[in-house]
């Protein structure tokens, strides 16, 4: 969905960088959310939040932290990259149920 | 953990047969969605259901949800090798918040 962007798209970086990746939405949703996909076992929630001032973690929170920067923008970063953190991360947003996603960024951990 | 998990895991069929992909769920739930994701891209919603909703419909989608029995089947009419690609079920939970729990997928090849 155009409507929410994510970059980089893909990201080779090594065992103990400190990595960013961002997603910007012009949908206007007060919730945003960021995924992590493993083959095999779907989508996992890493963190969470309904409104700029409200962050919460979700079920693999280990090892990644998040800001919420304005409404339109929540960033997730990697303090110390490791490679069993490789995966295909996705952003999404939701005003009420239905949640809208980013294209994904790849990133793989070396 | 999962709370859906979807069945099968994989579905192969030929173009115009109809797809009928299942999911169950554990605890209650206030909606189930299913969504599609084609290779490597983000998801795309294709349907809602609510807890209080038995069937829905929406083009070639049929949707059902019985929550007795905690489980939910997406029927997919006339499939077309477009259809191809990963379906998810997920289940919104009972309490104010609007997050989502995601199923595994089940991978469907529509043969043309």
């Known amino acids: 969905d155009a409507d929410v962007t994510q970059t980089p798209r893909n990201r080779i970086t090594k065992t103990g960088k400190r990595i960013m990746l961002e997603c910007s939405q012009t949908?206007?949703?007060?919730?945003m959310y960021w995924y992590r996909q493993d083959p095999g076992l779907g989508l996992r929630l890493i963190y969470y939040?309904?409104?700029?001032?409200?962050?919460n973690k979700g079920e693999i929170s280990d090892g990644y932290s998040v800001s919420r920067q304005a409404q339109a923008k929540f960033s997730l970063s990697l303090e110390s990259a490791i490679p069993n953190q490789t995966a295909l991360y996705f952003c999404?947003?939701?005003?009420?149920?239905?949640?809208?996603f980013g294209p994904g960024t790849r990133l793989t951990v070396l | 953990s999962q709370q859906g998990e979807e069945d099968p895991q994989a579905l192969s069929i030929q173009e115009g047969e109809n797809a009928t992909m299942n999911c169950s769920y554990k605890?209650?739930?206030?909606?189930l969605q299913w969504y599609r994701q084609n290779s490597g891209r983000g998801l795309v919603h294709l349907i809602l259901?609510?807890?209080?909703?038995r069937e829905k419909h929406s083009g070639r989608l049929r949707v059902t949800l019985d929550t007795s029995k905690k489980s939910s089947s997406l029927l997919i009419t006339a499939s077309r090798a477009a259809d191809t690609a990963s379906y998810f079920c997920?289940?919104?939970?009972?309490?104010?918040?609007?997050?989502?729990?995601f199923g595994k997928g089940i991978t469907l090849s529509v043969r043309p």
């Open positions: 999404a947003t939701s005003e009420l149920a239905t949640q809208y």
């Open positions: 949908k206007g949703h007060d919730r």
């Open positions: 939040s309904f409104d700029v001032k409200d962050i």
């Open positions: 605890t209650s739930i206030n909606n």
């Open positions: 259901i609510r807890s209080n909703e």
């Open positions: 997920a289940t919104g939970d009972t309490g104010a918040n609007s997050k989502l729990t």
